[in-house]
């Protein structure tokens, strides 16, 4: 006769690591979901400063081109009132 007992107890173990290992796996998908979410965040943040920081230098650019006018029209005044 087939001792089958043992059989059933290997599967029972079997079924029982699959489903502890699916477990550890959703774990890991949900980690790492809410790591993907703040990682999205993050890109997102530095995305929006870079942006910032391209305005602020045109702006500064746009600022320096005046001044740049102001003071090449003060030297034109000032050399045409000299002669």
């Known amino acids: 006769m087939t001792d089958y007992s043992n059989?059933?107890?290997d599967g029972a173990?079997?079924?029982s690591s699959?489903?502890?290992?699916e477990e550890n796996c959703l774990k890991s998908i949900q980690t790492l979901?809410?790591?993907?979410e703040k990682i999205s965040a993050s890109l997102e943040l530095v995305k929006t400063k870079l942006e910032m920081?391209?305005?602020?230098l045109e702006q500064y650019n746009e600022n320096k081109n005046f001044l740049t006018k102001i003071l090449n029209f003060q030297q034109i005044w000032i050399f045409s009132?000299?002669?």
């Open 18 to 21: 699959y489903s502890s290992k």
């Open 33 to 36: 979901e809410v790591e993907k």
């Open 13 to 15: 173990f079997v079924q």
């Open 53 to 56: 920081q391209n305005s602020l």
């Open 81 to 83: 009132s000299l002669t």
């Open 7 to 9: 059989s059933s107890n």
